[in-house]
């Protein structure tokens, strides 16, 4: 998985009136919980530009008062008004510990549906995956080509030896629905849970 690095400074003082002052100098307050201990930091607003506006998943490497500490993003806290970060949270990773995090979903190809004049359905852009940090994916990559109209591809195909996907099997993560302009002369393929009488309504 990539990494990125992310400069911090201890807090001496964690309490409202230090948070408010922190913000108020385009700061961020933030935690790092590890195994054993929890260290109060804060880091620049802008240091969060290629870690939270992308759809990336990372490992955040923290330097912090001299230390270096593997993390990953676990929480992060934005203003209702304005959307700037006003909070985060990491995690300390230990090697030989699973993690849990969110992996975007990447799309490949063209699916068979789509071509017959189906509409391709995204219905997850990310999953939740668990592993060792070594074993966790940059993304999971979906070749949707071989899917027909009605066709669709479940949590349970996705499966790999090195993570575990922490979703039910049968969660549908793409499908190809009906529309009205099928090729082929075919019958219109029937759409599990009544989404052909949704797709003739849109």
């Known amino acids: 998985m990539k990494s ?14 230090s948070s408010k002052a922190l913000r108020n100098a385009e700061k961020v307050p933030c935690v790092v919980y590890g195994e ?17 506006y992308t759809p990336e998943a990372h490992i955040v490497t923290l330097e912090v008062g001299g230390q270096k500490i593997e993390t990953i993003l676990q929480d ?15 995690y300390q990773l230990n090697p030989k510990k699973p993690v849990t995090m969110e992996v975007p979903v990447i799309i490949t190809g063209r699916a068979k549906g789509v071509v017959r004049g189906g509409v391709l359905r995204v ?23 071989p899917i027909d109209i009605a ?11 090195k993570y575990q996907i922490l979703h039910p099997g049968n969660t549908v993560v793409v499908a190809v629905r009906t529309s009205r302009n099928v090729k082929g002369g075919d019958e219109e393929p029937q759409v599990e849970g ?3 009488e949704d797709s003739k309504a849109e």
């Open 4 to 17: 990125i690095t992310i400069q911090g400074e201890k807090r001496e003082n964690v309490g409202k009136k």
């Open 36 to 52: 054993k201990e929890v260290q109060h930091f804060s880091t620049d607003e802008k240091s969060f530009k290629d870690l939270v």
């Open 76 to 90: 992060i806290q934005f203003h209702p008004v304005t959307d700037r970060i006003i909070h985060a949270d990491f």
């Open 123 to 145: 219905n997850l852009r990310k999953l939740k995956v668990r592993a060792i940090p070594a074993d966790l994916p940059d993304n999971i990559t979906i070749d949707v080509t």
């Open 151 to 161: 066709g669709k591809l479940e949590v349970a195909v996705l499966q790999n030896d």
């Open 194 to 196: 009544g989404e052909a």
